[in-house]
C-alpha cells in the first residue's frame, strides 16, 4: 500500500498507513515531483508513504 501526497497531507497519509497495516510506514520523497498529483488534494505530490515491502 502507498499513497503519494504533498507536504500538507503527509500526516494524514501516514495515519493512514499505521491505521490499516499497523507497523511503522516509510516516506519517501518522490523523484518525480511535478508529475503525480497528491490522493487528497489538486497539489503536486512530494512524498510517497508507503508500507513495509
Known amino acids: 500500500m502507498e499513497k503519494k501526497v504533498c507536504k500538507e497531507h503527509v ?3 501516514l495515519d493512514i498507513i499505521v491505521d490499516e497495516t499497523g507497523e511503522y510506514p ?8 511535478g508529475q503525480v498529483k497528491c490522493e487528497f488534494c ?3 505530490a512530494t512524498y510517497v508513504v508507503s508500507s513495509k515491502k
Open 11 to 13: 500526516e494524514i497519509a
Open 26 to 33: 516509510l516516506l519517501e520523497e518522490l523523484s518525480a515531483s
Open 42 to 44: 489538486e497539489a503536486d
